[in-house]
């Protein structure tokens, strides 16, 4: 059996984002741990495979979290991820990590402005789809990959340490337009400052685990 781990957050009742490649391929979907230790079953409602992004839905009650507006995101912003990472070794718990980010995504590939941004929090695999959080415990973006630092280290002779990358909250905020979620918009506080221990009590039980099976199939690499 083929799985893949991933994390998802709720957005609005019953709908949750997660990252495309979590569940490209894959036979089902399940969302949890939800109180009991169940899993309930999860449909795709829409995908976006360019910028690595689904909505699906599952019958899960919780708070939705509010986004912020990109443009009043400054680069330098001190920014929080909760997911699942390496569930297979670090166990299906959530956890939290703190960054700043470190300003837009652009390559030899693309335009300056690709609707993604780098940021210093860091992420593993299980971590793709979780929510990347302002101080204030708003939606910035979400965690998509993150730079593979052994590549880059055997073809430069220098190791990266905490380079990820995230999609932007106006490129969600874009993608959500034609579909039944009403996302919350709020504006971006740079004046209050929670505690890390703060954002992950107010914020943590929005986010899920998100399993995508696969059965009877030669397994593939796992995706960051």
Do not use: C
């Not at 910028?51 to 509010?66: C, E, N």
């Not at 874009?174 to 209050?192: H, R």
């Amino acid at each position: 059996m083929q799985v893949s781990v991933g994390t998802g957050f709720v957005v609005a009742e019953g709908y949750l984002l997660t990252a495309q490649h979590v569940l490209r391929g894959q036979d089902s979907i399940w969302v949890g741990p939800l109180e009991g230790r169940k899993w309930v079953r999860a449909q795709v409602v829409k995908f976006d495979n360019q910028l690595d992004l689904a909505l699906i839905s599952a019958k899960v009650s919780a708070a939705p979290l509010s986004f912020a507006a990109w443009s009043e995101v400054p680069t330098g912003l001190e920014v929080t991820a909760i997911g699942y990472p390496q569930p297979r070794l670090q166990g299906l718990s959530k956890k939290i990590t703190q960054g700043l980010i470190n300003g837009n995504r652009s390559d030899r590939n693309e335009s300056f402005d690709a609707g993604f941004f780098q940021f210093s929090a860091e992420v593993q695999i299980g971590n793709s789809g979780g929510p990347v959080l302002s101080p204030d415990g708003l939606v910035v973006g979400m965690v998509q990959k993150k730079l593979n630092a052994l590549d880059v280290a055997e073809r430069t002779k220098d190791l990266p340490v905490n380079v990820s990358y995230g999609l932007k909250s106006s490129e969600i905020l874009g993608f959500l337009k034609d579909t039944p979620v009403e996302p919350s918009v709020k504006s971006l506080s740079l004046t209050t400052n929670l505690r890390p221990y703060q954002i992950f009590s107010f914020k943590q039980g929005s986010v899920f685990a998100v399993v995508g099976r696969k059965t009877n199939t030669t397994p593939e690499p796992a995706q960051p």
